[in-house]
Structure formats: structure tokens, C-alpha cells
């Protein structure tokens, strides 16, 4: 009888872990580019604070925008959120910037940098928007 008792909450137990919740909380774990966005913010700050520090490691700079925008992408595709036009336009809006800034100097650099943090912001936060209910 004990034995019986003892399986019978074994398989409870088991059917308790692999429900829905347990799928949702792996799903959100699965995020690729939640945990990239608070580097990503701390790095802006810093830009923000001192734009002429992003023109000498643009490349750097724009790989990590491009790592998380892929991300951010790859998980609304996941949870099948599909973009909208005013997201995709302020993705574009991201990529035009910085290769505007390539061929800036001096203060439409630093205009061009401001707007750019402007629009990786703007763009992390609708990502995290449309994230948020899944």
C-alpha cells in the first residue's frame, strides 16, 4: 500500500512538472535576447555619456546591435509574434544610423550617435513589449 501511495505521488509530482506552467517558464528561459538587453542598455549609457568612444569601436558596436536584433527577432518568431511595419521601420531606422555614422565626424556625430541610442532604446523596449504576455 505504501508502495502504491509513494508511485502514485511520484507520478503527481511528475505530471506537476511538465505541465503548461512549466512549459512557459522554459520558453521565457529560452529568450535569446532578454538577458543581451541590460548589457546592452549599460553600454548605451556609457555611449550616451561619451559618443566619441563609439566612434572608434563602431564595428564592435554594430555587431552587438546586429546580435541583439537578431535575437529579438528570433524570439518573436518563436513565440509566433510577427512584426509590424513601425517595428520593422525603426529596425531599419537602427541599421541606417549606424552606417551614417561611418561617415560622420564631430557634432552630426554625435547627433547621429544620440538619435542611434534613441533608436536601439525605443527598439528594446517594443521588443520587450511584445514579449511580455508570452
Given at each position: 500500500?505504501?508502495?502504491r501511495?509513494l508511485?502514485?505521488?511520484?507520478?503527481?509530482?511528475?505530471?506537476?512538472?511538465?505541465?503548461?506552467?512549466?512549459?512557459?517558464?522554459?520558453?521565457?528561459?529560452?529568450?535569446?535576447a532578454?538577458?543581451?538587453?541590460?548589457?546592452?542598455?549599460?553600454?548605451?549609457?556609457?555611449v550616451?555619456?561619451?559618443?566619441?568612444?563609439?566612434?572608434?569601436?563602431?564595428?564592435?558596436?554594430?555587431?552587438?546591435?546586429?546580435?541583439?536584433?537578431?535575437?529579438?527577432?528570433?524570439?518573436?518568431?518563436?513565440?509566433?509574434?510577427?512584426?509590424?511595419?513601425?517595428?520593422?521601420?525603426?529596425?531599419?531606422?537602427?541599421?541606417?544610423?549606424?552606417?551614417?555614422?561611418?561617415?560622420?565626424?564631430?557634432?552630426?556625430?554625435?547627433?547621429?550617435?544620440?538619435?542611434?541610442?534613441?533608436?536601439?532604446?525605443?527598439?528594446m523596449?517594443?521588443?520587450?513589449?511584445?514579449?511580455?504576455?508570452?
Amino acid at each position: 500500500m505504501l508502495t502504491r501511495s509513494l508511485a502514485l505521488a511520484t507520478l503527481i509530482t511528475l505530471a506537476a512538472c511538465a505541465g503548461p506552467g512549466r512549459d512557459a517558464q522554459r520558453g521565457r528561459a529560452d529568450m535569446q535576447a532578454a538577458p543581451l538587453i541590460p548589457a546592452m542598455s549599460r553600454h548605451l549609457d556609457s555611449v550616451a555619456a561619451r559618443p566619441g568612444m563609439l566612434q572608434h569601436g563602431l564595428s564592435a558596436h554594430a555587431e552587438r546591435v546586429h546580435d541583439l536584433m537578431e535575437a529579438m527577432h528570433a524570439d518573436m518568431m518563436r513565440i509566433g509574434m510577427h512584426s509590424d511595419p513601425a517595428y520593422e521601420a525603426l529596425a531599419d531606422s537602427t541599421v541606417s544610423d549606424l552606417k551614417a555614422m561611418e561617415q560622420a565626424s564631430g557634432a552630426e556625430y554625435d547627433r547621429l550617435a544620440a538619435l542611434h541610442i534613441e533608436h536601439v532604446r525605443r527598439l528594446m523596449a517594443a521588443y520587450e513589449s511584445k514579449i511580455a504576455p508570452h
